[in-house]
């Protein structure tokens, strides 16, 4: 059973910084596009950015030139580093896996990850 463990969350001033972390355990698929996705309170949720398996990355409007996604295939950890939070970027983020990376792309479809984490939340104020 592939688990999927975030960490890294909290609680900062808007314009501040923060690093989540998603460790991946017993994901051994070569193919596979790994995902950062968030949810505010009465919201739905929605993809924030993804790396596929050759590198490759894309990001929703609302964080591009702020937040960076990365991959260190020796740790088997996916990062987002968050940069430059606002307000608005308060919501519990989840770390998830989709098994091909034929949809690897910005909007992010929720169906498409066949595993999910627990979630973390971040936490930006004014």
């Known amino acids: 059973q592939v688990q999927l463990v975030e960490s890294g969350g909290g609680s900062v001033q808007a314009g501040g910084s923060l690093r989540l972390s998603c460790a991946a355990s017993r994901y051994t698929y070569s193919s596979y596009c790994m995902g950062w996705f968030r949810q505010a309170p009465g919201k739905e949720r929605e993809g924030v950015a993804a790396i596929d398996s050759d590198g490759s990355t894309s990001y929703a409007d609302s964080v591009k030139g702020r937040f960076t996604i990365s991959q260190d295939n020796a740790k088997n950890t996916l990062y987002l580093q968050m940069n430059s939070l606002k307000p608005e970027d308060t919501a519990m983020y989840y770390c998830?896996?989709?098994?091909?990376?034929?949809?690897?792309?910005?909007?992010?479809?929720?169906?498409?990850?066949?595993?999910w984490g627990q979630g973390i939340q971040v936490t930006a104020s004014s």
């Open positions: 998830a896996a989709d098994r091909s990376f034929i949809n690897c792309y910005t909007p992010l479809r929720l169906t498409d990850f066949d595993y």
